[in-house]
């Protein structure tokens, strides 16, 4: 009997320790892992004008509107939150096909011009971007408040949800 006495009194001892560690290093475990995720989705994101430009238009093709916030300033992210219902409600999903993008960097800003093909008709338009905190994003262009987005096509699509209701 008082050699499974013993035999308690350690296992007693070594569980008291090990929730001791278990305790101190869950802390340290779950920092390193938001460290880790912060790291990967800076890696995932596109970071030059002509890819973000891209990514950004091919989530806004596929509703993918949180995505397509994770590529916007804050200025395009308002106009996405007030346009989000428009995108969400068209059940279309649409394929951008870029045909030529040329873009020009000054510093912390970019333009990039591009011609897409829709519908057989090429279209000429442009993606205006900002580098915040490293990273390029997408921004409103203050005259139109469409980021790069041919004018006629949103109208277009606005029309047909609103003649299929």
Known sequence: ??????ILHLINYFCKHFIFIIFLALPLCIACTDISNNAQSQIDLPNTPEAVS???QLYLDNNEIEKVAALSTQKTKVWLQENKELFLNDPQLYKTNFIQMQCSVNQDTAICHFTLQ???EL??????LKKENGQW???????TDIPGLEEQFFKE?????KLSR
């Open 118 to 120: 829709e519908a057989g």
């Open 157 to 161: 699509m606005e029309k047909e949800l």
């Open 123 to 128: 279209i000429e338009d442009y993606f205006l």
């Open 1 to 6: 009997m008082m050699y499974s006495g013993s």
């Open 137 to 143: 994003l997408v921004d409103l262009d203050d005259e």
């Open 54 to 56: 891209k990514q950004w």
